[in-house]
């Protein structure tokens, strides 16, 4: 192993360094240190969560990559939030709202047939909209809200974009997870943690280990129409959802969170970068595929349980096929 593969992965095992605004810091300025991304005109990216934090980051690195970048929020309030936010960021880019609340299966399936039906093309998807609600909360279709959002909002995206991602290949799609999913492994048996005592980093930590997984079944699955599936963690980053959510994580880590851009930095490097389309499944951080395990982490998870988690998100996601 070179200097700089030694640094880069006792940076990542070590977490703290590594996760914080010094790991980013450090590592562009290792030798081999990837090359900027490259100018995307003619390309069109969907964000979801795109009104805050690592999502209006994403978003605006987009913008000034000089694609067409659809921002989705919640509603129509927060798309128009987010569109003009990114504008403000990146002026004169071309920025177009989009409203849809993603723990909504119907909403869900509707701006997908909409948006695959009405658009030209979509070179990225970028899964990042999350949330870490500090109770159990279910949506109206009954989900725990964090499975809802993390893991089945990601399926419905993928699938029903699916054939303008196919037109637009090689295309590229990015789920924004968690390094906090190294602790967790797939919840066997109860998959929306709904026989567990709910507290909200575990639960969370799970949907994460769940969309990791679902990631990697993606890109085998879509390998062959051109479209390359990807996960990403972006460390830890001064983000709306951090300073709400983990107000006491946001403190200890206050010397040496990033900032959203930092923590961003890779989603955006993944939806322009050659690298990317290199591969498919792969999980990144800094630019650099990482181990989908950690040696102090939960382990890795076995066939039986991948396939089970699968074949259930399905089920909710395509209810005709009545797996669940
Ligand atoms: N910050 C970190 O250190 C960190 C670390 C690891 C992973 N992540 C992941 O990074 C992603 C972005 O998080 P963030 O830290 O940037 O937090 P954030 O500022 O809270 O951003 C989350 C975004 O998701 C949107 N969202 C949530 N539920 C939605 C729904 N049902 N429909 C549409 N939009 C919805 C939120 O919209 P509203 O404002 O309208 O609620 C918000 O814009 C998340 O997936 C998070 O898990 C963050």
């Given at each position: ?214 990631t990697q079944q993606w890109a085998e699955r879509l390998l062959d129409r051109g479209v390359h599936v990807h ?41 322009s970068a050659p690298e990317a389309v290199e591969s498919s499944g792969l999980f990144w951080h800094d630019r ?37």
């Amino acid at each position: 192993m070179d200097f700089a593969t030694t640094i880069d992965t006792a940076l990542d095992r070590g977490i703290v360094l590594g996760y914080g605004s010094v790991g980013l810091r450090v590592r562009r300025r290792l030798p081999g240190w990837p090359a900027d991304p490259p100018p995307m005109p003619g390309k069109t990216v969907l964000v979801t969560g795109a009104g805050s934090g690592l999502g209006l980051a994403a978003a605006t690195g987009f913008a000034r990559l000089g694609a067409q970048v659809h921002v989705l929020g919640r509603n129509a309030e927060r798309a128009g939030e987010a569109a003009r936010r990114t504008l403000e960021r990146a002026p004169g880019a071309d920025v177009r709202p989009q409203a849809c609340d993603v723990s909504d299966l119907a909403q869900l399936r509707a701006f997908a047939e909409k948006f695959a039906g009405e658009e030209p093309r979509l070179d990225v998807l970028v899964n990042n909209a999350g949330v870490m609600p500090g109770r159990r909360t279910h949506t109206a279709d009954g989900l725990e809200l964090t499975f809802a959002t993390q893991v089945v909002a990601p399926w419905v995206l993928t699938a029903g974009l699916e054939p303008v991602l196919a037109r637009s290949a090689p295309s590229r799609v990015i789920n924004v997870v968690s390094g906090g999913l190294y602790g967790q492994r797939i919840p066997a048996g109860d998959l929306q943690s709904a026989d567990t005592r709910y507290g909200p980093k575990k639960v969370y930590a799970r949907t994460k280990r769940e969309e990791l997984v679902l990631t990697q079944q993606w890109a085998e699955r879509l390998l062959d129409r051109g479209v390359h599936v990807h996960a990403m963690h972006p460390g830890w980053a001064d983000t709306e959802g951090v300073r709400t959510g983990m107000p006491v994580f946001r403190a200890l880590t206050r010397p040496v969170i990033r900032t959203p851009d930092e923590g961003a930095d890779t989603i955006v490097w993944l939806g322009s970068a050659p690298e990317a389309v290199e591969s498919s499944g792969l999980f990144w951080h800094d630019r650099r595929p990482r181990p989908a395990t950690h040696p102090l982490g939960a382990g890795p998870d076995d066939e039986p349980a991948r396939k089970r988690l699968w074949d259930y998100v399905e089920g909710i996601a395509t209810p005709h096929l009545n797996r669940q």
